[in-house]
């Protein structure tokens, strides 16, 4: 019976723990988020350099996430893991170099940043999120 009470004890603060993670951010910094997601809205398609093209920008309410398509427009192979865990570890160090910018402060915030990359014809590729844990 001990050991069950337990169970149950750690199962509790283990999902605690995970809903504290997913706390809703401020609703002031929702607010700027979602402004700027309609700002960018307004220029896209926008070619944003190394073969590729910013094709949406959206605000997912239910993850906290700001959501961007990328589509490349040169023919490319889908990158290893560890070329992508390379180039996410590039972004957070780009993220923390600037620790007072905009994007910072909303990670900081309990933003989550989701990019999404695609081939030329439209087939998914890769993912890369980066949360507040990532850059602590």
């Given at each position: 019976?001990?050991?069950?009470?337990?169970?149950?004890?750690?199962?509790?603060?283990?999902?605690?723990?995970?809903?504290?993670?997913?706390?809703?951010?401020?609703?002031?910094?929702?607010?700027?988020?979602?402004?700027?997601?309609?700002?960018?809205?307004?220029?896209?398609?926008?070619?944003?350099?190394?073969?590729?093209?910013?094709?949406?920008?959206?605000?997912?309410?239910?993850?906290?996430?700001?959501?961007?398509?990328?589509?490349y427009?040169?023919?490319?192979?889908?990158?290893t893991?560890?070329?992508?865990?390379?180039?996410?570890?590039?972004?957070?160090?780009?993220?923390?170099?600037?620790?007072?910018?905009?994007?910072?402060?909303?990670i900081?915030?309990?933003?989550?940043?989701?990019?999404?990359?695609?081939?030329?014809?439209?087939?998914?590729?890769?993912?890369?999120?980066?949360?507040?844990?990532?850059?602590?």
């Amino acid at each position: 019976m001990k050991k069950l009470i337990r169970t149950i004890a750690v199962a509790a603060v283990l999902i605690a723990t995970n809903l504290s993670t997913f706390a809703a951010p401020p609703a002031s910094v929702i607010q700027k988020v979602k402004s700027q997601v309609e700002t960018i809205s307004n220029y896209l398609p926008s070619e944003a350099g190394y073969g590729l093209t910013l094709t949406q920008v959206r605000y997912d309410s239910s993850t906290y996430s700001i959501v961007y398509k990328y589509q490349y427009y040169l023919p490319v192979n889908t990158p290893t893991k560890a070329a992508i865990a390379e180039v996410k570890q590039g972004m957070i160090h780009m993220l923390k170099a600037n620790p007072n910018g905009e994007d910072m402060q909303f990670i900081k915030s309990g933003i989550t940043f989701h990019y999404r990359y695609y081939s030329s014809d439209g087939e998914f590729l890769y993912s890369i999120k980066i949360t507040p844990s990532d850059v602590r």
